[in-house]
């Protein structure tokens, strides 16, 4: 308390109390639960008007001080200081005929939340001649009390009944009189705990017996809210950042000595504030790119303290740009980084990413994972990516909106192929030293289960109309077919010499699989799990891709340096494109530009063998190569994202991934 307000309680207070209070005197024991004290943490340095208490730095009214309700202060070690229990001393002391009241405060706003006062003095034997006060104190109209005092007896109805604790909302006068409660304390031991929990128009008091971080349910001397409900008093001051927290001990003017019938010393054992905070979650809209909070939150949903600055910042990925933010529940938002009070609810706040026009064919990001990544797939269930480590026997999980690697699973074999279940929302990766293949569910990014396939495992493809997963046996010269239900291997069939890459045509529900050492490519029925044509070329092949827009297979030739097209209506090549590049070897589609990608493996050095670092793109409807992107060494597998139009290029020899803008 700062000001002179006992006016009130001194001509009104008798008026305020009526025979009901008597049911306010409580006699409870209190148990007390010592508070952990860190040697050397608490101290005063009375000299320079500090004391370091509770973790907290807190500031001495000083001797010269004039202001608040006592007449004189004092800040000398007899009126101010921390015992060796870690314990705030506040006394009174006299010296030269004077009584020096004390007092301390923090030197900063703590804001909205609850405040927890531990006391070790028998706060119902104080002097009746003095206050012992606990309270956020801006100004005498924006404050909020917990106080302890007799009021030099004013607050006396019968001689044998008074009240000697209240709390009140500022002001508290024969105005506002329903802006505080008087009540009476009567304990049997020494210990309390105060409770003040402030909140955006609500205030809530409670005192308890013993000493508890919260509210045991129990013990409860005295609580009370404001405003009442159906009441019309008014008002709860708003936090503003200029209010601090206080506690005294002073003398009641016009009173000059206490009365001598009780203590005149409040001893606070500990102090502990818990803000009130809501959830602040964030996220992309759509598009790609990031978004950081200030103050920092590590997760997507966070708490920030109620009434405190939030800044939140959206920041691109390369090749997007920020648009727009798009929020629910209150806040507003027109600017980049967005500022902003938190209000006292969840906050849902998005941002919304687009393209720059010009970014196609742009690398976007390089995202470093695991050593020599071979496979990549897209996973359209989750917008994320899944890409296969060899040497690492490991799988890099991408997330397509911060390209950054969020997982990294382990326990594989040397694995290479990979492809994406949409029916079951799983991922199936061929263990080359195994012999089997790794099943995973991509809720929780883990091995469901483990297929033993008839060969070493080269690639895998998924037959959306039979929900069959295509298994190439390099060593086997065959294809395994697994039934995504019973994830049992249902079929072998021979092809050619050493199977690599394999590929579904959904338009003619057959297989393509790439014959490296045999020079050929396989036509398989789905429906009848035969070969149903073999096509010859005149060099290794490596790489295929379905290009649903002309219903054709493309082809990666390494040896010969180009790539072929097999029309899916005849079966037979009908267009052969110099690559330019080197040894071309992945090859992925893009439905959006009805363009195909094709990754260089090796570099176009016909001297020696030198790694590439090209990706080569076509356009399917002239079949000429209209772009090369320059990405890390050894690009090998390659895949198409259609939520975010990037081509994802996984770099065997940089140990990454190149996520390219395709728009």
Not at 297 to 302: E, V
Not at 542 to 563: I, K, R, W
Request: charged share 10%.
């Amino acid at each position: 308390m700062r000001s002179v307000r006992y006016t009130y309680r001194n001509q009104h207070g008798i008026r305020s109390i009526t025979l009901a209070l008597l049911l306010l005197v409580v006699t409870l024991s209190s148990v007390y639960v010592p508070r952990p004290v860190v040697a050397g943490a608490n101290y005063c340095d009375n000299a320079s008007d500090t004391c370091s208490f509770a973790g907290y730095t807190w500031k001495i009214v000083p001797g010269s001080a004039t202001y608040g309700p006592a007449a004189h202060w004092s800040d000398s070690p007899q009126n101010v200081w921390v015992d060796q229990q870690g314990q705030l001393h506040l006394a009174l002391t006299h010296s030269n005929g004077v009584w020096y009241s004390s007092e301390v405060y923090l030197n900063h706003s703590l804001g909205y939340g609850t405040y927890t006062f531990y006391l070790a003095t028998r706060i119902d034997q104080l002097d009746k001649n003095v206050v012992g006060g606990l309270f956020t104190y801006e100004s005498d109209t924006r404050e909020l009390d917990i106080e302890f005092s007799k009021w030099s007896g004013t607050t006396c109805k019968w001689l044998f009944f008074c009240t000697n604790a209240d709390y009140a909302v500022q002001p508290f006068d024969h105005n506002h009189p329903n802006n505080g409660r008087l009540f009476n304390i009567a304990l049997s031991g020494t210990y309390t705990t105060h409770f003040l929990t402030w909140a955006p128009g609500t205030a809530t008091f409670q005192s308890i017996n013993g000493h508890y971080a919260s509210p045991p349910g129990g013990g409860v001397i005295k609580q009370w809210s404001f405003p009442p409900k159906g009441s019309s008093a008014c008002c709860v001051p708003p936090s503003d950042g200029n209010e601090r927290v206080e506690m005294n001990m002073w003398l009641i003017p016009p009173a000059t000595a206490p009365a001598r019938d009780g203590g005149t010393e409040l001893i606070i054992s500990g102090f502990s504030f818990q803000p009130l905070t809501q959830q602040l979650t964030t996220g992309a809209d759509s598009g790609s790119g990031t978004i950081t909070i200030n103050p920092q939150c590590t997760t997507p949903g966070c708490s920030e303290q109620v009434n405190s600055s939030v800044a939140v910042t959206a920041k691109p990925s390369s090749g997007w740009q920020f648009t727009r933010w798009s929020t629910e529940t209150g806040v507003s938002c027109s600017s980049n980084p967005c500022t902003f009070l938190m209000p006292n609810n969840a906050v849902n706040l998005k941002a919304t990413f687009t393209r720059f026009s010009s970014c196609s064919n742009t690398v976007l990001q390089t995202i470093s994972v695991g050593t020599y990544p071979q496979g990549v797939a897209f996973d359209s269930h989750n917008n994320e990516l899944y890409v296969t480590n060899g040497i690492s026997d490991s799988v890099s999980v991408i997330s397509d909106s911060t390209n950054a690697v969020i997982m990294n699973i382990t326990s594989f074999d040397n694995p290479m192929g990979i492809t994406f279940d949409p029916h079951n929302n799983r991922l199936y990766f061929a263990n080359s030293y195994s012999k089997t293949v790794s099943v995973i569910s991509d809720s929780t990014n883990t091995v469901i289960n483990t297929v033993s396939v008839p060969g070493q495992p080269w690639d895998v493809a998924f037959d959306s109309n039979n929900n069959d997963v295509y298994v190439s046996l390099w060593i086997a010269d065959a294809v395994a077919v697994i039934s995504d239900s019973t994830n049992t291997v249902v079929a072998t069939i021979p092809v050619g010499s050493s199977p690599e890459a394999i590929s579904f045509d959904p338009h003619n529900n057959e297989v393509y699989v790439a014959n490296n050492v045999g020079e050929s490519v396989s036509v398989i029925s789905a429906t009848t799990n035969t070969v149903i044509a073999t096509i010859g070329f005149s060099s290794t092949v490596t790489g295929l891709a379905f290009d649903s827009h002309n219903n054709e297979v493309y082809v990666s030739a390494s040896e010969a340096g180009d790539v072929f097209v097999i029309s899916d209506s005849t079966n037979t090549v009908v267009a052969s494109i110099p690559d330019g590049n080197g040894g071309p070897t992945g090859i992925a589609f893009d439905p959006h530009n009805d363009e195909v990608y094709v990754t260089n493996f090796l570099g176009p050095s016909v001297y020696s063998i030198s790694y590439g670092n090209l990706v080569t793109v076509i356009s399917d409807s002239s079949n000429t190569v209209v772009a090369n992107i320059t990405v890390g060494y050894g690009p090998m597998g390659i895949a198409f994202d259609p939520h975010n139009n990037e081509m994802y290029v996984a770099n065997f020899v940089s140990n990454s991934v190149s996520a390219i803008c395709t728009a």
